[in-house]
């Protein structure tokens, strides 16, 4: 069994708020009534992290995930020994080099040939030992016209990829990351992974905090999720980046389903949709209107249905009393994996009998591109009767779309279109996924090769 080159025991970081309670008069005064130090005083802690412990052995390459302020970027301070933990212990074995913060320890003033050789010495190697190394830093860094200029005039990816070569090149026993990869264009961060393969190689040791969930799940050993400074799944990268993903899809459903139904002002209009409205179809003999505002939440149809913004209107003869979307477990929901199902239920109740009914779905995405939209008419079905209440489903087998946030209509209308009760673009559900695919639909497929191709790895 490895040794471990990097362990944490009951690692508790807290830090304190101050907040001044009273307005001084002036500071001479402040010091002199002795007020100073009394009214500057901790208001309340809290806890960056709390009881964490988990180890890293030797060789290993770590992953740790988590939201905005759950501790991960504390927990790699206190791993390079830039601050110490309220409680517990880190133990860290070998050198360790650390790119935490995007230009820490860089001098903006001075050249950036001087600052690596500050940063190398820091680091822990002798003058001739970065002399020695110093064309591959730069190299690395692709910073040779601007190695003799002030770093202050550097971009933003110019002090990544300078801070990121020093730290690799210093040939540290674990190397600490944060994040800062994100600033780099893809062939950079193309040599930062083969960096870290070649790490692996030679039995060094990677921790990496990132928000990219991918590299995690193809690059580290294991990997652990922090939330609010508390471990809460430490092991395989997938497990753990699964359970990661679907808390944070729990939370963006619980989000969405606090969001009220907005009911935009009545001047505003949405862009206009690409394809035409198929919800609410127009009968051939439909004589056009011309544009006009309209009040949301009126009886009174918008004239034209390329402009329609979003909102509520119809006569109410028939109303959508109830919306609820529904997964594969048979529980509500907002939040949906590609390829699973949905199922959209409406609850309606029609004030007196009607004999001429049509519903009708839509959905859009964010740009307001209609990405499908039908309704009972157009698929055949003949004109439909309600007396009291009921309920309409409409069952998707396979939700074939890319990742991200669509907006749905749902109606009720006569076969001419007249609206009893339409919503347009009122409700909001949000297409998750790990791949990153483009467009809009994700139609079901698979890849095959033959001859001398060899290919592994590729995700159904």
Not at 137 to 155: H, L, N, Q, W
Not at 196 to 220: I, K, M, P, Q, Y
Not at 238 to 251: E, I
Not at 382 to 399: C, N, Q
């Amino acid at each position: 069994m490895r040794e471990a080159a990097v362990e944490v025991r009951g690692v508790r970081k807290t830090y304190r708020r101050y907040g001044r309670r009273k307005q001084f008069g002036t500071l001479k005064s402040a010091l002199l009534g002795g007020r100073l130090l009394r009214d500057l005083r901790p208001d309340e802690t809290f806890d960056a992290l709390r009881g964490v412990s988990f180890e890293v052995a030797a060789g290993r390459t770590f992953g740790i995930v988590g939201r905005n302020g759950s501790g991960k970027s504390t927990m790699l301070k206190l791993i390079a020994g830039i601050g110490r933990p309220t409680e517990g212990a880190v133990t860290v074995r070998g050198r360790v080099s650390a790119l935490i913060e995007l230009g820490a320890g860089f001098h903006p003033e001075i050249s950036g040939r001087e600052n690596v050789y500050i940063n190398g010495m820091m680091l822990g190697l002798s003058k001739r030992e970065i002399a020695a190394r110093f064309d591959e830093i730069v190299g690395f860094a692709e910073i040779e016209r601007f190695i003799d200029e002030p770093v202050k005039t550097y971009s933003s990816g110019m002090y990544m990829r300078l801070g990121f070569a020093v730290a690799i090149h210093v040939d540290p026993d674990v190397l600490l990351v944060d994040e800062v990869l994100a600033v780099g264009d893809e062939a950079f961060t193309h040599k930062c992974l083969d960096k870290f393969a070649e790490f692996r190689r030679r039995g060094r040791t990677v921790l990496l905090v990132t928000h990219s969930l991918d590299l995690v799940t193809r690059f580290c050993d294991e990997a652990l999720w922090l939330d609010a400074g508390v471990v809460r799944t430490q092991g395989d990268p997938r497990r753990v980046v699964d359970d990661y993903l679907q808390d944070v899809a729990r939370a963006e459903d619980v989000a969405l389903a606090r969001t009220p139904v907005a009911m935009p002002a009545a001047e505003a209009v949405s862009p206009e949709p690409m394809i035409p409205e198929p919800v609410n179809a127009e009968p051939e003999n439909h004589e056009p209107t011309h544009p006009g505002s309209r009040t949301p939440d009126s009886g009174n149809e918008p004239p034209d249905m390329f402009k329609a913004i979003e909102g509520r209107w119809g006569s109410r003869e028939v109303e959508i009393i109830g919306v609820e979307f529904v997964g594969g477990d048979g529980r509500p929901a907002h939040v949906f994996p590609s390829g699973n199902p949905l199922e959209i239920r409406l609850q309606v109740r029609a004030n007196q009998p009607v004999t001429d009914l049509v519903f009708g779905v839509g959905i859009f995405n964010a740009e307001g591109v209609c990405c499908y939209g039908t309704n009972t008419k157009i698929e055949g079905a003949t004109a439909g009767s309600l007396a009291g209440a009921g309920e309409v489903r409409f069952a998707i087998d396979r939700l074939d779309l890319v990742e991200g946030s669509y907006k749905l209509d749902v109606a009720v209308h006569r076969e001419n279109g007249a609206a009893y009760d339409y919503h347009r673009l009122l409700y909001t559900v949000r297409v998750t996924s790990r791949l990153r695919e483009a467009g809009i639909f994700r139609p079901p497929h698979r890849w095959t090769f033959s001859g001398g191709i060899r290919i592994s790895g590729l995700q159904p």
